[in-house]
């Protein structure tokens, strides 16, 4: 409920409980929810009882995530098929349940902020819409999102407040983490929390599927091993989800970070300097993210030790034009869609992936989500979705700073 911890630091789990490897073995006849209620019940049995545990994470996967075979030995999970159509609904709709679970027995109202690159404000909007007593605010930046992903959390006479940062998904993040800290804030009478992958609480259900992923090589071949999973980055929340699960024990030999231009990550991973920059905008724009606030969270994970972590991790960046022509080439080869943030795992896969080795990467989002770049990549055209058409909904419309974000939380 806390969000960011009070001195500014994220939160990570004070131990990772390890699953018996007994789990592994049946793993394959096992479906996301029955891994899911195990998974949670080891993270957090302590705080919230075994049937509430159960409840809530089979209210949040309401959809499949399956996983499909796009060539030999290389399989793309399919994170697309909940409410707006990214992996994104998983944490969100788990969040949404835990916070009204634990907001019910304060009884205060709880005010819910999200800073978002793309897909993060539809699938908040869609996890929290008409929760009681929570408001969600959305802050996004100016030109950064599709007319899709905008309708997705413009709703009229909803929970919901929409509010356009004139800046950067940076900036929008910055302003976001500042009021977690601010001291009147944190004096009102209302639980001011975040729904970005800050809230460790987004991340542990998105553990969930890596699992899930492991599964179903495991049904197809029994004795399924080396498994590398590439991850497309932007905040590096669903790398750090990946990490937990395999620190719980999931047999991964390793991950592979990919990213568009923005490339701070994999190059982090060549040179050891972790060095945040100014973000550029590319297609693939959920992933367009400079200062990745959960990299700290990954040096946790590896206790700062560089080697250890870069003998897990591989890492390459793509430009624009080599995503758009995967995406093309995909399409004609494999008669596969890919959507430009999926393109750019699965060029990384192919990039890292040795013989033997049994690759995964993940599909982040729906192609129809981002249907410029499909159109202009591809040719398929995605009609515009009505909503996306009709979206009108009141934008509050701020510089990027603390006060004006602050005017709007105090106000109502
Ligand atoms: C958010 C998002 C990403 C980046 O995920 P992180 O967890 O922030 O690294 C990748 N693809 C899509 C489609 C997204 O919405």
New binding site residues.
Partial sequence: MTGLAPDGGLFMPERIPVIPSAFFKNIGEMGIREIAYVVADMMLGEDIDSADIKRIVFDTFSFDIPLVELEREIFALELFHGPTL???DVGARFLARIVSHFGLTAEQKVKVIVAT????GGAVANGFLDVPGVEVYILFPSGGLSAVQKAQFCIPNANITPIEVHGTFDDCQRIAKAAFTDSELRSTDFILTSAN?INICRLLP?MFYFFHAYAQLARRNPSVKDVVVS???????????GLLAWKMGLPVKRFVVANNANAVTSDYLKSGLFEPRRTVRTV?R??D?GN?S?IHRIFDLFDNDFNALSQMLGGYSFPDAEIMECMADTYSIHNYLL?P??ATAYMALKRDLADGEQGIF?E??HPS?FPRAVRDAVGVDFKKPAAAENAKCHVAKIPPSLDALKKILLAD
């Fill in positions: 990214a992996f994104k690159s793309g897909d993060s992958s998105q991850v497309p980055c932007g905040n590096l929340g669903n790398l750090t989800a693939a959920s992933m993210v990745p959960n959507d943030h999926g993940l982040t989002a989500k």
